[in-house]
């Protein structure tokens, strides 16, 4: 079974600092997504990460993947309050339903709070 | 147009009601996907349909039927739910299912109350 772990859960920044945000899977998987969730709102798509090594940036966010690894990490450069919420790491797993169908199975979130 | 339309976006129904959720996509899509998440959660996969067939279904209980009329089109219908039925419900789509870029666009979410 396909298990995927964040840390931290919640996650208190002050503005202008620097933080990572970690994404563990436990079984084989070469796509990899981060998500924004806003209060009662949907999911916002980050990124989509394909292959080992890759690396993708948007503004104050970095995300990273390591297959071999199994992890992921979501890095936030100088914080500002407009980026409290909660990420979301998601693997897609599709060896459970024998390759032919794909999930995303979702970490449980990092709620992230940023203060000024 | 990378939109998924989720209606309607609030719903409160009584235990022995029946009502539909409905989701549309314009992006010539072929996987589309039913999620719950409740308050503080991630999503859990309910349905997956894949070129308009059921090609997933998480052990979902009865009283929840999807239907894709075509391959815009995912509905959920809803009869005689519990209170602990009350989440919010998302549609997604994505252009593939296993293979490829199978990035999925999440719509707005309906938020369901039973009472």
């Known amino acids: 079974e396909l298990k995927v772990e964040q840390n931290p859960l919640f996650l208190s920044m002050q503005e202008g600092k620097n933080y990572t945000i970690y994404c563990n899977y436990s079984t084989t998987s070469d796509r990899l997504y981060w998500y924004r969730q806003d209060p009662g709102k949907s999911l916002e798509s980050l990124f989509v990460?394909?292959?080992?090594?890759a690396v993708k940036q948007e503004g104050r966010l970095m995300a990273s993947l390591d297959t071999k690894a199994r992890l992921s990490t979501l890095h936030i450069t100088a914080a500002v309050h407009d980026l409290s919420a909660t990420y979301f790491c998601?693997?897609?797993?599709?060896?459970?339903?024998?390759?032919?169908?794909?999930?995303?199975?979702f970490g449980k979130g990092t709620k992230l709070s940023v203060k000024p | 147009d990378t939109e998924v339309t989720q209606t309607p976006k609030h719903l409160v129904m009584g235990m022995t009601n029946k009502k539909s959720l409905k989701c549309e996509q314009h992006m010539g899509h072929r996987a589309m996907y039913w999620y719950k998440q409740k308050a503080k959660k991630p999503p859990e996969l309910m349905f997956v349909y894949s070129y308009e067939k059921l090609s997933i279904n998480e052990s979902v209980p009865s009283r929840f039927s999807p239907e894709c009329p075509n391959s815009s089109l995912l509905n959920l219908h809803l009869h005689a739910l519990q209170p602990e039925d009350s989440a919010l419900y998302l549609c997604?789509?994505?252009?593939?299912?296993?293979?490829?870029?199978?990035?999925?666009?999440f719509g707005q979410g309906t938020r369901l109350t039973v009472v």
């Open positions: 997604a789509s994505s252009q593939g299912t296993a293979l490829g870029n199978t990035e999925a666009f």
């Open positions: 990460l394909l292959s080992n090594g």
């Open positions: 998601a693997v897609l797993n599709y060896e459970y339903y024998g390759g032919s169908q794909g999930n995303l199975i």
